[in-house]
DNA sequence: CTCCTGAGATAAAACGTTTTCTACATCCGA
DNA sequence: TCGGATGTAGAAAACGTTTTATCTCAGGAG
């Protein structure tokens, strides 16, 4: 490790003197200061990151906590757009854990960290992270809503203005909706979704809106056995997600039906995958690249100046992407 | 933030004491240093990570080289792994650029933030991993080799020993393979893929194999349709990985041929989704969960003793994950 | 010629730890 | 009773920075 003292040997000059040059202060001739840096940069010098944060309480660092859901395809386009933003931007992004061994909470975790911000990108665990969110860390939550604090995420009303448009032009009047467990999203998500259907003057019976989990098949699968068993079948199903439509489609063709031929189903997420299916998904393409950059944005401004920033809800706008799973019902 | 000088002066003790307290060092009594633990934990006392690291030059920090593969959900479930482990051993986990503005290789940004090792999850960039790998940081990578280096990765080789007999005994004779970049993992499955096929007597004319890239589906789409045209079609095809085989299916669809009717198919990876696809897709699981524990496990033994610690190449078995995908011939 | 000003540089303190070195009791054996 | 172990505690240095306060030395004004 070179270090900042032998800059300062190698220039003939004292560390006060270099770090003044490195950091474009005041206090050394800008000539004289070129010089440093262009030495520094010779040396392969570049300052120990424990002893800057030590001494300035600012890391670089932003910690990051995902819970597992890591795994998800939406939620690893999100953070793999936060890491590129924060890189390019000089921060590092570090994983914070919750179910550490002591009994640190998340807050603590951050602190000891020195974290100079905090991404949130997960569901559950609220009372652990409540006193993170009620700190005064500057935090960023996506797909979440915490008081007083800024929130990114899909305009999920909306996308079912989108959605019902698309499929009503599609000659759909019955349209069942499976969601997610309950949470911002899918109260919001449900809102919209009733609020397009009257806007189109579609009835919904009650029994058209059933529950399951995100991104589990099984569930949805179960939930589509129950719409597939009424009476007044629904002619297009919703889903709460791209993966939880494959499990959707299992079920269909369990029962000896096809998609679209006898029903028509509808993703959310728009994954790769969706579009590489056969036959292809039509879905809601959420805006991940942009979700993750926008909350690395707001993040950055909470964190360079948390006195005058003010938080906010952004949406990020998605868009419906066609696909044959949909029936023209029209022909 | 509460310090270490807090809790000294809650204790009517010297920092010194505290610290040799809490790091169960001599040179305490045992029943003092108890009740100065116990207060520190009442107090809610986590040592500033900073300033400890830049003391002990030890961060409890591992930084991960990742590129932009997270979205590849292989990789995102050996980074879940990854985390869950280190979590549980009480590391941090980082992730290290290499494209930052300023002129950083991965070896100095490793360097500054003193990372205690480093897990190599990525292909190329080689020019720029060299000097870390040659530095003696501990260092730790996935499917990849280094020179004096411990490696994790599957099987590749033994893989398709599995893969062959599975295939052979469902009947197929001509089996042709679709392969990823050129690098270790691609020439261990060459290998042993030619290896199976000798074991059964099997031929492999030279254009049973063709080259496209991994996870693109248009390019195993575009090798999909060289193997359809030929003369002596294949019976079934041997995909890179999972993605890649989706893309060949909607060649083969496109072809107005039909998996596994007329020709099967497959897999690589065992990524959830094979499962849910209809006809469900046969591959060969990777088990990445494993792949990721003993990374990181051998990373900590490296880090832990460095002195002792004997670089090796770790395999870890997956298996044959049977499937619709593949037509049983016998019948 | 002296005094003041201000720029340019240095010295030193501080950040929160760990660790080494020193000091002080206490206890035991002689 | 005294000297030397022994065990416990404190003082202080150090890690590599940044930052504040201090110093020095020209140069210009009076």
């Given at each position: 490790?070179?270090?900042?003292?032998?800059?300062?040997?190698?220039?003939?000059?004292?560390?006060?003197?270099?770090?003044?040059?490195?950091?474009?202060?005041?206090?050394?001739?800008?000539?004289?200061?070129?010089?440093?840096?262009?030495?520094?940069?010779?040396?392969?010098?570049?300052?120990?990151?424990?002893?800057?944060?030590?001494?300035?309480?600012?890391?670089?660092?932003?910690?990051?906590?995902?819970?597992?859901?890591?795994?998800?395809?939406?939620?690893?386009?999100?953070?793999?757009?936060?890491?590129?933003?924060?890189?390019?931007?000089?921060?590092?992004?570090?994983?914070?854990?919750?179910?550490?061994?002591?009994?640190?909470?998340?807050?603590?975790?951050?602190?000891?960290?020195?974290?100079?911000?905090?991404?949130?990108?997960?569901?559950?665990?609220?009372?652990?992270?409540?006193?993170?969110?009620?700190?005064?860390?500057?935090?960023?939550?996506?797909?979440?809503?915490?008081?007083?604090?800024?929130?990114?995420?899909?305009?999920?009303?909306?996308?079912?203005?989108?959605?019902?448009?698309?499929?009503?032009?599609?000659?759909?009047?019955?349209?069942?909706?499976?969601?997610?467990?309950?949470?911002?999203?899918?109260?919001?998500?449900?809102?919209?979704?009733?609020?397009?259907?009257?806007?189109?003057?579609?009835?919904?019976?009650?029994?058209?809106?059933?529950?399951?989990?995100?991104?589990?098949?099984?569930?949805?699968?179960?939930?589509?056995?129950?719409?597939?068993?009424?009476?007044?079948?629904?002619?297009?199903?919703?889903?709460?997600?791209?993966?939880?439509?494959?499990?959707?489609?299992?079920?269909?063709?369990?029962?000896?039906?096809?998609?679209?031929?006898?029903?028509?189903?509808?993703?959310?997420?728009?994954?790769?995958?969706?579009?590489?299916?056969?036959?292809?998904?039509?879905?809601?393409?959420?805006?991940?690249?942009?979700?993750?950059?926008?909350?690395?944005?707001?993040?950055?401004?909470?964190?360079?100046?948390?006195?005058?920033?003010?938080?906010?809800?952004?949406?990020?706008?998605?868009?419906?992407?066609?696909?044959?799973s949909v029936k023209d019902l029209n022909q």
């Open positions: 490790m070179v270090t900042i003292k032998m800059v300062a040997q190698r220039c003939g000059l004292s560390v006060g003197a270099v770090s003044k040059a490195l950091n474009h202060q005041p206090g050394i001739s800008p000539e004289k200061a070129a010089w440093v840096r262009q030495v520094a940069e010779e040396m392969r010098y570049y300052p120990n990151a424990a002893a800057r944060t030590l001494k300035t309480s600012r890391s670089n660092n932003i910690g990051v906590v995902f819970q597992n859901r890591l795994v998800h395809e939406y939620f690893s386009e999100i953070l793999e757009s936060i890491r590129a933003y924060m890189e390019k931007r000089g921060y590092d992004i570090t994983f914070l854990n919750d179910e550490r061994d002591s009994g640190m909470s998340v807050y603590e975790h951050a602190m000891q960290r020195q974290c100079d911000g905090v991404l949130i990108a997960q569901g559950s665990a609220r009372a652990d992270l409540d006193r993170l969110v009620q700190s005064d860390i500057p935090v960023v939550a996506i797909d979440q809503l915490f008081q007083g604090r800024t929130a990114v995420l899909s305009d999920n009303a909306d996308s079912f203005n989108q959605i019902i448009d698309y499929l009503y032009q599609m000659g759909h009047r019955r349209i069942a909706m499976i969601h997610g467990e309950d949470g911002e999203v899918t109260r919001m998500r449900l809102a919209g979704f009733h609020r397009a259907c009257r806007k189109w003057g579609l009835e919904v019976p009650e029994e058209y809106v059933v529950a399951a989990k995100f991104q589990e098949p099984k569930d949805s699968g179960l939930a589509t056995r129950q719409l597939l068993a009424l009476k007044n079948r629904p002619t297009c199903i919703l889903y709460p997600d791209d993966i939880s439509y494959l499990g959707g489609a299992t079920e269909i063709e369990r029962q000896g039906l096809s998609v679209p031929e006898d029903i028509s189903c509808f993703g959310y997420d728009g994954i790769r995958l969706s579009r590489l299916l056969r036959p292809s998904l039509a879905t809601y393409r959420q805006d991940a690249e942009q979700i993750g950059r926008r909350a690395a944005e707001e993040l950055l401004l909470a964190i360079e100046d948390p006195k005058c920033y003010v938080p906010q809800i952004v949406t990020v706008a998605g868009s419906v992407q066609p696909g044959d």
